[in-house]
């Protein structure tokens, strides 16, 4: 019975060994990186019967899988940063759509040589960067103002960053606005669910005063087929849609100001009185 156990005990750590060995052999080959110990050449290089499957060696096999694990995490982490880092350059300096095709297919993955590839592209697009100050900074100008209304950034905010409105374009001015812009887009993403949220309730209401414009043109009533009833369906359900969303914004913005007791500014505004000031805008327009 004892020997029948330990030849079981062999072969499930023989199975464990092949299956982690494959693991570790594509790990390496994703990494760009060679055996380097004595131990890592017996796994990857050495026939599987040459292994000793001792428990000192199962430990070791064990630890090494992780530590490859942990440092193609790292490196797939790295590489996506530094492409973002680049996508952001990219995008400031107008780079052609060709340009960007020609390098993603040229350097796929998160090797060791696509990484530092990727670096020196960065390196080449930050002395562009610096050639080209203005339109730069006009082009994070314009990325600043898409976060700040995805954020639903109000008027006087904005007014507070002085640094939009100068002129004389340097290095300090752009860091900047890079430095605002990450704020923004760390505040949005802290807060997505709400923003979004508020973005459906600000589509259900544009939709809302669409359906009453058209509701005040009789020119509608001359349409063949069946646009006026599918323009009913779709009204009465934005009507039964926008006070539902509207009550759940309301609701998850007075948990957010119970909890970080701050105000949850929507333009400016509390977004109580923001709702409030759209509908009488609306009333005020329709008289």
Request: a negative charge.
């Amino acid at each position: 019975a004892h020997v029948e156990g330990l030849q079981e005990e062999k072969l499930q750590r023989t199975r464990i060994f092949q299956s982690t060995k494959s693991e570790i052999t594509n790990l390496l080959e994703d990494l760009d990186q060679c055996p380097n110990t004595s131990f890592e050449r017996d796994v990857v290089c050495e026939s599987d019967e040459s292994f000793l499957l001792s428990s000192e060696n199962m430990k070791a096999l064990r630890l090494l899988h992780e530590e490859l694990l942990s440092r193609q995490k790292e490196c797939f982490a790295l590489a996506s940063q530094l492409r973002e880092q680049m996508e952001s350059l990219w995008n400031r300096l107008q780079i052609s759509q060709e340009e960007r095709s020609n390098f993603h297919a040229q350097h796929t993955g998160y090797k060791g040589k696509v990484i530092e590839a990727i670096r020196v592209e960065i390196g080449r697009l930050e002395q562009l960067k610096l050639a080209n100050m203005r339109s730069v900074v006009e082009a994070t100008r314009n990325e600043l103002v898409t976060w700040w209304d995805k954020c639903y950034v109000g008027d006087t905010q904005r007014e507070q960053f002085k640094a939009f409105h100068i002129d004389d374009m340097t290095e300090e001015l752009l860091e900047e606005h890079e430095q605002e812009v990450a704020h923004m887009k760390q505040y949005y993403t802290e807060y997505q669910d709400m923003f979004e949220k508020v973005e459906k309730w600000e589509v259900l209401w544009k939709k809302y005063l669409e359906f009453e414009r058209k509701a005040s043109d009789p020119t509608r009533f001359f349409n063949r087929g069946c646009n006026l009833l599918k323009e009913e369906k779709a009204r009465k359900k934005n009507e039964k849609e926008l006070p539902r969303v509207e009550e759940d914004v309301l609701n998850q913005i007075e948990e957010w100001e119970q909890q970080m007791g701050r105000k949850f500014l929507v333009r400016g505004q509390n977004f109580a009185e923001y709702i409030k000031d759209q509908r009488e805008k609306f009333v005020a327009e329709r008289e």
